[in-house]
Structures are given as C-alpha cells and as structure tokens.
C-alpha cells in the first residue's frame, strides 16, 4: 500500500511539472498519454515478474520431468496488437496556444475545404463557427479550387427505398446518411446527376426532385406542362462556370422537357427532327450521360444514339450498330469519351467488355475486359447486369439466382475492384441488396 500511494503522489508531481501550454484539452491529452504510458510499463514490468517466475518454476520442473512442453503463447486481440505498435507513435508535446491561436483565417478555410468529405462532417460537430462554414461565402471559393474529387454512388436498397446508401471509393466505404428531405408518400429514385446534385423522380414519374446528399439542400421541381405519365429518359447538365443546371425528360413518343434552374420553369425548345424515327425505342437501362452541354440517350430501332445540343436546342441522331452478341448495355463517359459496358457471354462464361466510340468510323471498339479471375464465379449462371453510375468511374451490380456481385470500374485506369457489402450500422450481418443509383460528384456547396 505504500508502494501504490508512494507511486501516486510520484505521478501527480510529474503531471503539476509537465510542459504544456495552459490548453485544458491538450493538458488532458498529455495527462492521459503519462498515464497509459505509466499503466503499460507498470505491465510490462509485472508481466516480466510473472515471466521470470514462471521461468524459474519451468527450470525446477524440468530437472524433474524431462518430457514438459512449453504451452502455447496466448493470442493477442488486434487492438492490443495496435496499441502495442503504436504507442511509441504518440505525440508526448501538446499544440502551443500562443502560436495556433493567431492561424489565418484564409488558410483555415483552405485547409478544411481541402480534409476527406466524411472527415469535415465529423469536424462540423466541433462548434458552430465550423458548422457554419457551408454558407459561407469565402468557404465556397476554396472549395471550388479544390481538384474534383472522385464520383461517389447514391443507391437505394430493397429494404429500405425512401434512406439511401453512399458509396465512397476512395475509402471503399459505405455510409449511411440520415432520410434526405423528400416526400415519404411516394417512392423517389434517383435518375441522374449533375455536380454534386441528384436528381429524384417518383415511381409515378409525375413529380422530379434535386437534393444534394451529404447537405440536405433540397427542392421539389415545379409541375411539369406536359402530362406524360409513362416512362421517361431524364438527363442533366450543370452549366459551365455557374451554380445553374437544366434537367430534360425525354418520353418515347418524342414529347420532351427541359428545366432550368435560373428561370425555374418548364419549357420546350426546338422539337424532334422528322429524320429521327418515332416511337423511341429507349433504352431505359442505361442513364443518360452529358459531354460538354450534350445529352446522350441510348436507343434501339434503330441502335444509336439520340443527342440534344442544349446550348442551341437542336437534336441528332447517330445509328450505330452495337456489338455482337453483348447484352445489357449501358452507356458510359470518361471525359469527352462515351464508352459502352455490356455483358458477353459464350456458351456457358460470361464477361464484362467495355467498348469506346470510334467518332470517325461511329464503331464500337472493344477497349478492356473483366479479368478472368473475377468472371469465374458467373461460369453457368444466368447473369444480368445494370449500371449504379457511369461517370468516370462505373459502379456494376451483377446478379443472378446465386449471387449478388456489386464491382467498380475505372475508365481511365483500367482497374476492377469488388464493392463490400453494404451492411446497415445497426442491422447486425444482414446484407442490403441495391436496387438503382446514380453517380455524383462529393460538394459541399452544391446548393438545389
């Protein structure tokens, strides 16, 4: 009892001499640093006592009976493990409030625009001054210098069709972001993308929505002039140099739409050419894709493409025979290249392919294939394959009766990797099985 008082009043006297700067929290931190240091190595060196005398029972024993085996080491838990290799890694000096207190302002607002999406929503809780900074003026212009991050996935599970769950590839990590604030009476999915805006459209194909995921900045579109409740095409663009999009709808029947946010009205501009051929066989399996102001639409009778020119209202048509023997095939973009992913089975394999548009010859060109090792488990099941997003990165949910495979590409890399399982937070193993989504581009300032 002496020993452990003695040792007390030794570690109270280190703390009151520890060098530290007044900052109650850091003085909290070196304090807990001494101490688990204190802690371990008052392990350790009970750890040794232990050691050393069961060393010396071991040798007595021995002398007596010759065949004693040693016992197996007991396994270390991970987090022991990590503690281990990592506490010689702890920072023993706290920050110096006399210089961290006079940082820039500017250079604040450059470092946090510049931190992981998922790491400033964790900083916001801080205080309000950081909460605060969406809004911001100054914020929104650091942000916007920052280079464009890679395209995360907004998808919507069977189980749960009005809570989505966003993908992150950067960090191959699900997050599962609170309800975004659109009408629980219908069921909204999301149809395309512009920037860092999803575009909704409910089931009824009646109402359009934008929300920005990660802020929660929302807006239900006004009511469209053109009472068209079949299924339509919808594609988005977010003009150059400006905060403004347009949103078109694009029916089979050629009727068509197009919202811009600036007037917030519905409008038609031009009309549909006499050489495109009507009704449109579209392709709804496959999301429109935007290339410099243009709209791309997949259509078949005949196979090509339907394109609108927003900048001058005009529409084209270009007929181009798909690739033989390929199936479920979506449209895709990489910059200004538009690629086309597909499925292409032979007897009992089957493989994704990715194709690339030939502008001078208007072909497909096969450009890469799935590796062999990822199509071996497809051999001899039916396999069906749609597109979750298709900008730059293409996110592919491959399914049949035995599985249910969800798999990134990367256009420009040329790199497959395998998606983990989306698991709820507090759902236990139970996997969530995607059922559509759409790509968009991480912003905090994209505003609806």
């Given at each position: 009892?002496?020993?452990?008082?003695?040792?007390?009043?030794?570690?109270?006297?280190?703390?009151?001499?520890?060098?530290?700067?007044?900052?109650?929290?850091?003085?909290?931190?070196?304090?807990g640093?001494?101490?688990?240091?204190g802690?371990?190595?008052?392990?350790?060196?009970s750890?040794?006592?232990?050691?050393?005398?069961?060393?010396?029972?071991?040798?007595?024993?021995?002398?007596?009976?010759?065949?004693?085996?040693?016992?197996?080491?007991?396994?270390?838990?991970?987090?022991e493990?990590?503690?281990?290799?990592?506490?010689?890694?702890?920072?023993?000096?706290?920050?110096?409030?006399?210089?961290?207190?006079?940082?820039?302002?500017?250079?604040?607002?450059?470092?946090?625009?510049?931190?992981?999406?998922?790491?400033?929503?964790?900083?916001?809780?801080?205080?309000?001054?950081?909460?605060?900074?969406?809004?911001?003026?100054?914020?929104?212009?650091?942000?916007?210098?920052?280079?464009?991050?890679?395209?995360?996935?907004?998808?919507?599970?069977?189980?749960?069709?009005?809570?989505?769950?966003?993908?992150?590839?950067?960090?191959?990590?699900?997050?599962?972001?609170?309800?975004?604030?659109?009408?629980?009476?219908?069921?909204?999915?999301?149809?395309?993308?512009?920037?860092?805006?999803?575009?909704?459209?409910?089931?009824?194909?009646?109402?359009?929505?934008?929300?920005?995921?990660?802020?929660?900045?929302f807006?239900?579109?006004?009511?469209?002039?053109?009472?068209?409740?079949?299924?339509?095409?919808?594609?988005m663009?977010?003009?150059?140099?400006?905060?403004?999009y347009?949103?078109?709808?694009?029916g089979?029947?050629?009727?068509?739409?197009?919202?811009?946010?600036?007037?917030?009205?519905?409008?038609?501009?031009?009309?549909?050419?006499?050489?495109?051929?009507?009704?449109?066989?579209?392709?709804?399996?496959s999301?429109?894709?935007?290339?410099?102001?243009?709209?791309?639409?997949?259509?078949?009778?005949?196979?090509?493409?339907?394109?609108?020119?927003?900048?001058?209202?005009?529409?084209?048509?270009?007929?181009?025979?798909?690739?033989?023997?390929?199936?479920?095939?979506?449209?895709?973009?990489?910059?200004?290249?538009?690629?086309?992913?597909?499925l292409?089975?032979?007897?009992?394999?089957?493989?994704?392919?990715?194709?690339?548009?030939?502008?001078?010859?208007?072909?497909?060109?096969?450009?890469?294939?799935?590796?062999?090792?990822?199509?071996?488990?497809f051999?001899?099941?039916?396999?069906?394959?749609?597109?979750?997003?298709?900008?730059?990165?293409?996110?592919?949910?491959?399914?049949?009766?035995?599985?249910?495979?969800?798999?990134?590409?990367?256009?420009?890399?040329?790199?497959?990797?395998?998606?983990?399982?989306?698991?709820?937070?507090?759902?236990?193993?139970?996997?969530?099985?995607?059922?559509?989504?759409?790509s968009?581009?991480?912003?905090?300032?994209?505003?609806?």
């Amino acid at each position: 009892m002496k020993e452990e008082e003695a040792g007390k009043k030794e570690a109270e006297l280190k703390w009151r001499a520890w060098p530290c700067s007044g900052n109650s929290l850091a003085r909290f931190r070196s304090f807990g640093t001494f101490l688990a240091r204190g802690l371990t190595m008052k392990e350790n060196s009970s750890t040794d006592d232990t050691h050393s005398s069961t060393r010396r029972v071991r040798t007595s024993s021995s002398l007596k009976m010759v065949g004693d085996s040693k016992p197996p080491p007991s396994k270390r838990s991970r987090r022991e493990r990590n503690h281990e290799r990592n506490k010689d890694k702890v920072q023993s000096e706290p920050m110096e409030e006399q210089i961290w207190k006079d940082f820039p302002e500017d250079l604040f607002e450059a470092v946090i625009a510049r931190l992981p999406i998922a790491t400033f929503f964790r900083f916001r809780s801080v205080c309000r001054k950081w909460n605060s900074l969406l809004g911001a003026q100054s914020f929104s212009l650091q942000c916007a210098q920052v280079p464009q991050r890679l395209p995360w996935f907004y998808t919507i599970t069977h189980e749960n069709t009005n809570a989505g769950a966003i993908y992150d590839p950067s960090l191959k990590k699900w997050h599962h972001t609170t309800t975004p604030p659109l009408p629980s009476r219908a069921i909204t999915l999301p149809v395309t993308s512009a920037g860092g805006l999803v575009c909704f459209l409910d089931i009824g194909h009646r109402n359009f929505y934008v929300c920005n995921p990660l802020t929660r900045s929302f807006k239900e579109l006004p009511s469209r002039s053109v009472r068209v409740w079949s299924r339509v095409a919808v594609g988005m663009i977010l003009n150059e140099g400006d905060t403004s999009y347009k949103i078109l709808w694009l029916g089979c029947n050629g009727d068509f739409e197009v919202f811009d946010s600036i007037s917030n009205t519905w409008a038609r501009s031009g009309s549909m050419p006499t050489d495109i051929k009507i009704p449109l066989a579209l392709n709804f399996r496959s999301q429109a894709v935007s290339i410099g102001g243009s709209l791309y639409f997949m259509r078949t009778n005949p196979d090509g493409l339907v394109i609108y020119d927003s900048n001058i209202g005009a529409w084209q048509q270009l007929v181009i025979p798909p690739p033989p023997q390929a199936t479920d095939l979506v449209l895709a973009q990489c910059g200004s290249r538009i690629m086309l992913v597909g499925l292409l089975s032979r007897n009992a394999a089957t493989c994704v392919c990715v194709w690339e548009l030939q502008r001078m010859t208007l072909l497909w060109k096969e450009v890469d294939r799935m590796p062999n090792i990822m199509c071996l488990e497809f051999y001899g099941k039916q396999v069906r394959m749609s597109c979750l997003g298709n900008r730059g990165l293409v996110l592919l949910s491959l399914r049949s009766r035995q599985l249910n495979r969800l798999v990134v590409y990367d256009v420009e890399r040329r790199e497959w990797s395998k998606v983990p399982a989306c698991v709820l937070p507090r759902g236990g193993r139970k996997r969530q099985w995607i059922a559509c989504g759409t790509s968009f581009r991480p912003c905090l300032t994209a505003s609806a």
